[in-house]
């Protein structure tokens, strides 16, 4: 399952014709297919109306705080990290206050309306409709409220900023939280898991988070901690927006100033019949035992050629052991920074370049990355990128993103995304680029016969490591 976006629809938005007719389309007759149709155009006309109505609802008791195509506080409302998350809603809307979302959610879920909508953080997810709709644009923009309490060791922040903002702020204070590991992010990721660079050290961001401001579905404003709310604490814990909008998050703060890291690149040359970087790899996968290091490493297609981006952390101002053997092999290029402050180092990590064109991505769940598993990852790789390119089609960039956490589960609390101390699992994430002028069908196609193999070529790999790869 994806950590941060498995659980995305919320109860009160409902499910609509035109994605059911597809999956009937295969079996029905072609009278309940006619009548499927009819159906399907209804509930389309309905959901347009629906949606029609709100906006002009939400105009007449938010006035400017609510936009329409053509403005450009409507474009920046929609607007997502991929453009194929995107989706052209029929208005947005950018409350500032628990008061102005509670009026938003009484008007879309009205029994006579019943509006879709999505809602919108800093528009990070990776898919379509997560936080994107056709119907109301719910943009959390105007919540930009971030604080510390020194003596609680708490930071309290809204959901109108990225997580770099908030590090930022923290800095003055040499305290920093469990967040997102690149610029930009934003808090969604509190409420759908949550991996950090300080991960190892203090678990996922739903380990540590301590209150919740939240307006449920009905409007109602409630404060949510473990004492007073255990159950829906419970759900927001990964749950993301299925429980209701949260307006403000508080949440554990930890000692963090002075930081090592930085990417380094290296070119893949298999010709030899070995690979030094995923040697290393599988070796801090197996044998890491500090806490405050952590990497990430990226086998990356791009132009025709196959690199390594590994990205190196350690909380601390100078390079631990356990990272020599990455400085020991030759490479590209490295832009290590020794002793800088934790947002100086999130500034050197562009692994994507400038302009993101459209993506996906998924997860699959890897206890221990060994060099047979990172070999059929790259040959998976190749294998997608080669295939694209003869197909002629503009897959941009095939990446695997190898994800090597220890220990992170160790600080788990009760949550509706599962994370067992006794499972430990740490995400690989398969990932394709392309540009958005390709039609989403040959890049999705891709992307899923890509992640089928990916899935499966765990199992035979398993057998023969004694289980240290967990099979589902
Ligand atoms: C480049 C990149 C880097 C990433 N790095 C990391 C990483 O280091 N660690 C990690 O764990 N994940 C990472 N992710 C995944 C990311 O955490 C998730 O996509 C996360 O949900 C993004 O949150 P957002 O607010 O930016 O996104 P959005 O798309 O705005 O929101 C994501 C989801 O959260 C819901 N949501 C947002 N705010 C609220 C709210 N206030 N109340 C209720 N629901 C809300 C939305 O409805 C949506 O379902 C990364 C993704 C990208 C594209």
Redesign the pocket.
């Given at each position: 399952m994806m950590?941060?976006?498995g659980l995305?629809e919320s109860p009160l938005k409902p499910a609509y014709g035109p994605q059911f007719s597809f999956i009937f389309f295969s079996t029905q007759t072609k009278m309940m297919k006619i009548a499927i149709l009819v159906l399907s155009g209804i509930a389309v006309a309905h959901c347009q109306g629906s949606a029609d109505t709100a906006c002009s609802l939400l105009q007449s008791e938010l006035g400017d705080n609510v936009s329409f195509p053509g403005s450009a506080a409507y474009a920046e409302a929609i607007a997502?990290?991929?453009p194929t998350?995107s989706q052209n809603s029929t208005c947005s809307v950018a409350p500032t206050s628990a008061n102005e979302v509670a009026t938003i959610l009484k008007i879309v879920g009205r029994e006579d309306i019943r509006a879709p909508f999505?809602?919108?953080?800093?528009?990070?997810?990776?898919n379509v409709g997560?936080?994107s709709t056709v119907g109301v644009q719910i943009a959390?923009s105007g919540f930009t409220d971030v604080s510390y309490d020194l003596e609680a060791s708490t930071a309290t922040f809204g959901?109108g900023l990225?997580f770099d903002e908030i590090y930022e702020y923290l800095e003055q204070f040499n305290v920093s939280v469990v967040g997102?590991?690149?610029a930009?992010?934003?808090?969604?990721?509190v409420?759908?898991?949550?991996?950090?660079w300080i991960t190892n050290q203090y678990g996922l961001?739903i380990d540590n988070i301590v209150s919740l401001d939240v307006v449920l579905p009905n409007g109602t404003f409630v404060t949510v901690t473990d004492a007073a709310h255990p159950d829906l604490m419970f759900g927001l814990r990964g749950g993301?927006?299925n429980f209701?909008?949260?307006?403000s998050f508080t949440v554990k703060a930890y000692p963090l100033s002075s930081v090592w890291g930085g990417i380094v690149v290296y070119n893949v040359d298999d010709s030899a019949g070995e690979d030094p970087v995923a040697r290393a790899i599988a070796d801090f996968s197996l044998n890491n035992k500090d806490k405050k290091s952590q990497l990430n490493a990226g086998f990356t297609i791009t132009g025709g050629q196959s690199l390594w981006q590994v990205i190196l952390f350690h909380d601390g101002p100078t390079v631990p052991d356990v990272f020599q053997p990455f400085l020991q092999i030759p490479n590209n290029s490295s832009n290590l920074v020794e002793g800088g402050s934790f947002t100086e180092f999130l500034s050197l990590l562009n692994v994507?370049g400038d302009t993101i064109p459209g993506g996906f991505y998924d997860v699959v769940p890897i206890v221990h990355y060994t060099e047979p598993l990172i070999s059929a990852f790259k040959t998976q790789a190749n294998l997608t990128y080669t295939q694209a390119i003869s197909d002629n089609r503009s897959i941009s960039t095939v990446l695997i993103n190898l994800e090597l956490f220890h220990g992170m589960f160790q600080h788990s609390v009760p949550s509706a995304y599962p994370h067992s101390p006794c499972r430990e699992v740490t995400p690989c994430n398969p990932w394709i680029l392309f540009r958005v002028s390709e039609i989403c069908g040959y890049p999705m196609r891709v992307h899923s016969g890509y992640m089928r193999v990916m899935r499966v070529m765990r199992v035979p790999i398993t057998l023969c490591l004694s289980c240290r790869i967990l099979v589902d």
């Open positions: 950590i941060d976006e995305t997502h990290f991929e998350s999505a809602v919108k953080g800093s528009g990070h997810a990776n997560h936080s959390l959901p990225s997102a590991r690149a930009g992010v934003g808090v969604g990721l409420l759908g898991g949550g991996y950090s961001a993301l927006n209701g909008i949260v307006t994507l």
